[in-house]
């Protein structure tokens, strides 16, 4: 069912949340255990494209902290919950990056480069705006002893040959800028025949595949970016949405949980497992990892429509009528709003009085 916020029924003793956004990918909606929503619905990635081109851009410039000067070659992420990368780019030599064909949402801008500690800026795009320009400012990373940090990216940047920086760059540019994935990925191939550890190109390149729906060729190009930096969390999240989405469950589940000790603050990681347990029918699992994604600092309100949803499934409908209530009272002016309120009715009519 590919409507947006589409209702799929099942056991009509159980009544479920039961939301369905539109799905930018083929997906068979077997009729699973109630967990529509947080299954197949609302939470399935954009990764593969955000279902829908929208005409709103965004223009990003990425500087130094304390400097003010443009910082090129780092990696851009554009991440919308609960669906994760929207896009995700490099910035150029005078640190612009542009994102396009956007709808209204809110989004967060994370910004990533060796010898700089992460930085991310949120932005909300509204309904009438065609563009807006957002300043990334990231801060350099101190080290304990000498400080060799520029003399590395210096040392890698330099082992880079040029060629394969060519075919990458202008990958990249049909990539972001002109959405043609098809057309990027041959420049991306040359740039690790011509550098076989370039972290960066095996990256985009899994992302091109990606969102050609080729998941197998996916796969692999980020297989080989982990495997080039273990330590970076970018493969991590598109990877887990393609094995998610051919059902391997087991193997998606041993990833987050490296991702998870990778990155202990992420509400990305158990939020994903919980998905992962709830396709399993594996409810108790599931509970216990969208509780614990909810305790986490950073996480979006939103997470409470995945607990309200895990609650229902289980039967609890009271503890879901209380989560949709802290949703609501956390993001009224949400879109997704009428919805829950339209749900939390249902819900309240269907007790017994």
Excluded at 95 to 108: K, R
Excluded at 185 to 209: D, Q
Aim: glycine fraction near 6%; proline fraction near 6%; include cysteine.
């Amino acid at each position: 069912m590919r409507e947006e916020f589409a209702m799929l029924f099942h056991k009509p003793t159980r009544p479920s949340i039961g939301f369905s956004a539109r799905l930018s990918f083929s997906l068979s909606l077997r009729p699973v255990a109630v967990l529509s929503f947080v299954v197949l619905g609302l939470f399935c990635p954009s990764i593969y494209g955000q279902g829908g081109v929208g005409s709103f851009s965004l223009k990003i410039r990425v500087t130094d902290s304390v400097t003010e000067t443009a910082i090129e070659q780092v990696r851009v992420e554009l991440l919308k919950f609960p669906a994760g990368v929207v896009q995700v780019g490099f910035s150029d030599a005078s640190g612009l990056i542009d994102f396009s064909g956007l709808q209204p949402d809110t989004y967060t801008i994370r910004g990533s480069k060796q010898g700089f500690l992460e930085g991310e800026v949120q932005v909300d795009v509204r309904r009438g705006e065609f563009s807006k320009s957002v300043s990334l400012r990231l801060e350099k990373a101190r080290q304990s002893g000498p400080d060799l940090s520029s003399g590395v990216v210096s040392a890698r940047a330099l082992a880079i040959p040029e060629a394969a920086q060519k075919e990458f760059l202008q990958g990249s540019k049909l990539l972001q800028q002109e959405k043609n994935p098809k057309k990027a990925i041959p420049y991306f191939r040359r740039a690790v025949e011509l550098f076989p550890n370039y972290f960066e190109a095996y990256f985009l390149l899994g992302m091109s595949h990606l969102q050609l729906n080729e998941q197998s060729e996916a796969q692999h190009a980020f297989s080989r970016a982990m495997a080039l930096n273990p330590e970076s969390l970018a493969p991590y999240y598109p990877m887990a949405m393609s094995l998610f989405s051919q059902k391997r469950y087991a193997e998606e589940e041993v990833l987050l949980l490296k991702a998870v000790a990778l990155d202990k603050e992420g509400w990305q990681w158990p939020f994903e497992l919980a998905r992962c347990s709830a396709a399993q029918d594996q409810w108790a699992k599931a509970l216990e990892y969208a509780q614990r994604t909810i305790n986490l600092p950073t996480v979006p309100p939103k997470a409470h429509i995945l607990l309200a949803d895990i609650y229902s499934g289980t039967g609890k409908n009271d503890m879901a009528v209380a989560e949709l209530k802290r949703f609501l009272e956390l993001d009224p002016a949400s879109t997704y709003a009428p919805r829950v309120k339209k749900e939390l009715e249902r819900l309240t009519a269907d007790r017994p009085h």
